[in-house]
DNA sequence: GATCTTTATGCAAACGTTTGCAATAGGGCT
DNA sequence: AGCCCTATTGCAAACGTTTGCATAAAGATC
């Protein structure tokens, strides 16, 4: 077992000197001598002595956590399923750990309605990170005007007073009609449920491009959720009422994409050949499914780096603003 | 902005009670008058009044948070791509706050070598749950015998002195076998590499099964890493160099599975006609697949609860063993 | 040698809870 | 009236840091 718990005045004791000397010590702060200083952090080291962060919490009114809010789905307090969803929170953890914080991982279930009293008055975080896309907008915004540090990840061009991450997902929707018209296509199909904000920019310009090319009576828009599941059923279901009308397809997400792709493939009806298929994300299965999905690249990684540096801005006191990420057309053989 | 926060003494001042009165009212301590009670929490609400969490675990010696430590790729510092891991923490994260408990996210890059230190002594968590295939077997026995409340998702046959939560692997290599031996295979593959614990007991039990059908003459073991990416480069290389001398596979894993199949349909291999395939883990991607994946389910909610309950029953100093969860296999068209 | 800087350290208060113990009031009983 | 018992509340200490201010020692300047 483990011998008792040291403290700071422990640790102090043992080095002959007094707990304001050695808490400075192990801060590195400069007023030490820089002898001290090591030899006082030597003997840290050499007794596994760690500060107690709840002790360090409350006095210094900082936790040095950001919290990452996972929006549920309400209804079922489902988990999340989208694989890129979970890659991005992912992703913000390795960028939070970078800049030495701890990241919380929380969800509208624990944080109530009153996510300003939970996090920052609870000194539970210093800043909050929201992703997801809920219907949370309300919440969002009542936390956001209580002054709460917050970034959110979406659609960077909804206007907003909070400060939002997110791809350029109108250049998204272009770049994939310009595709597949390239390839084409003359009857394009847009499968996903654009009151979504970010869905709905991508299909915002989707029908941009679309229009440009004088062929948007062909055009078709199939509403549905945002799992592949829901993408096979709906494109079984339009395949036997209607038949094969679209020669192309742009999901709003690379699982949409697969889910659609399924249904096409279970019918014989052949990829890339009679439809042509655009996906969004790019996860990892983009590239292992058959035919390998052509797809929107987002830039998880740096999308974490961003929502975390933009978040300690604000904490620094800085003014900051949404902002844009890249993306990019990955040609594989499904288009 | 933000009136300024609230403490518990001024939430006591408005109440005309004293702060120990407060307190205890908040936490529904029957000491005190159950209209008394009512007031200030009625009262605690009105003003969005939230206790500082930091003060009360200093107090309480108890965080009320367990941290999941997830092993990340030591050499590449990379996050975890395996959708299966990140389901798993997500199923941890729900089952976590049923509990009233809070999630910590961690990795072995911020725990450092002392995780016991890091995270007991140093008052971040309460208990940790070790998800991932790390090396860091070392680190696990350590903290576990420094006394850190610990629970391990892994393969639990494996000896071990600290407690161990996971499927039946070596039945589920089992099943796989005897479902791919019934299908009419003489020559199954297996993909994967056994050095790895739990896929180590998948490969027994899948061995065992094939040998007492007396067949495993004609079984072979393809060691590769636990990505798609590897099995889609071993199978290529596979059939390259030795032709199609297999006709049945079991993938330690579906994103393997999934890897292995692009590889054979590039080739014109039918699946499931020329070479059934078995995966493991039954991720949302195997029933999208085309053709759907056979796989064995690992059952990841019951997976979260029963890694949480275990710990918390630790915290309460219960003594609390490894245990096995049931796993299933799932037909679909690939086999 | 007296005064002023500079450098290095210690003292003690404060952060906001929780809780053992003491205190008070009210009621029932003898 | 005196006593005990119960129900309800308050006082004050403690949890382990960090930091403004005071202090002490040593060197620099006149």
Redesign the interface.
Known sequence: ??QK??KLADLAKLAGVSTSTASRALNDNPLIKQETRERIQQLAKEH????????S??RLQK?KVIA?L?NLDSET?Q???D?FL??V???I??AV?RQGY??????S??AGD?W???FI????ADGVIVVGQGKQQALIESASK??MPLVVWGDPKTEADYVIVGSDNYLGGKLAADHLISRGCKAPLFLGEPEHAEIGERYSGFCAAIASKGIEEECQLLKIDIT??AA?DAINLKLRSDGLDFDGIFACSD?VA??A??AL??RYVSIPNDVHIVGFDDI??A????P?LTTIRQDTKQAGELLVNKLLAQLDGEQVVSSQLAIKLVERQSS
Not at 102 to 107: Q, Y
């Open positions: 077992m483990h718990k040291l596994n002595f760690s500060l107690n962060a709840a002790a919490r409350l936790t990452v996972i307090e988990s999340i399923d694989p979970l890659k929170v992912s992703d953890n390795l750990n701890e990241l919380l991982l929380s969800n279930f624990m009153d300003h009293g939970y008055d609870g000194r539970r209580a002054g592949s599941q096979y699982m697969l889910g792709m399924k493939k279970e990892a299965m590239d292992v499914s058959f390998s």
